[in-house]
């Protein structure tokens, strides 16, 4: 009898500690999973900033294109008069 009960607290143990294990690695995944979405949602926000960014120097980009180039053709036609 003692054996048998020897057996069954061992048994108990094992379970309890693979249960133990199978929740810390859930608790783990979650956590990862947690600070992965985080991660998402930053470069979503920081790419929406970027592109903004990029839209305001394209902007400038064709203004002063277009300033120079203003300038250039009204230089040209400056010398052929």
């Known amino acids: 009898m003692k054996s048998t009960f020897d057996e069954y607290c ?3 143990s ?7 294990d199978e929740t810390e690695l859930q608790a783990r ?4 999973d947690s600070f992965n979405f985080g991660r998402r949602v ?3 926000e920081c790419a929406r900033r970027n592109l903004w960014l990029r839209i305001l120097w394209l902007v400038v980009g064709v203004v002063i294109g ?3 180039g203003a300038g250039c053709i009204e230089a040209l ?4 008069r």
Do not use: N
Request: aromatic share 4%; proline share 0%; charged share 20%.
């Open 77 to 80: 036609t400056m010398g052929m």
């Open 29 to 32: 995944y979650a956590h990862q």
């Open 14 to 20: 094992a379970e309890a500690a693979r249960l133990a």
């Open 10 to 12: 061992s048994e108990l």
């Open 42 to 44: 930053e470069r979503i």
């Open 66 to 68: 277009v300033a120079v």
